[in-house]
């Protein structure tokens, strides 16, 4: 059974930091891409970054690049999201997904949710002003 578990999440003051880890389980873990998205009240799901597992190509959405990082410790099977110089409208459930392909990640396609066929639960980051 594929299981993702995200965690990390929590209260951060604007211009803080946080890094969220996603743990994989019930598949081999080079063999799939891994998504960050993030859901805020009232909003779509949007994609926030991709990571090929195969051969370590990421993607970024554009207000994503250079405050947010991701990164995988694929001895442990877990994809990593470090996030800093967080805004107030960071604020979001963030979830972490998988799809088939473990070198999928390279363009706008990445972040389209209709590409990814499992899902965790989600963690909460909040922002405060």
């Known amino acids: 059974e594929v299981q993702l578990v995200e965690s990390g999440g929590g209260l951060v003051q604007a211009g803080g930091s946080l890094r969220l880890s996603c743990a994989a389980s019930g598949f081999t873990f080079d063999d799939y891409s891994i998504g960050w998205f993030r859901q805020a009240p009232g909003k779509e799901r949007e994609g926030v970054s991709c990571?090929?597992?195969?051969?370590?190509?990421?993607y970024y959405a554009n207000s994503m690049k250079g405050r947010f990082t991701i990164s995988s410790d694929n001895a442990k099977n877990t994809v990593y999201l470090q996030m800093d110089s967080l805004k107030p409208e960071d604020t979001a459930v963030y979830y972490c997904a998988a799809r088939q392909g473990g070198n999928y990640c390279g363009g706008y396609y990445s972040l389209r949710t209709n590409r990814y066929d499992y899902w965790g639960q989600g963690t909460q980051v909040t922002v405060s002003s």
């Open positions: 990571f090929s597992t195969s051969d370590g190509r990421t």
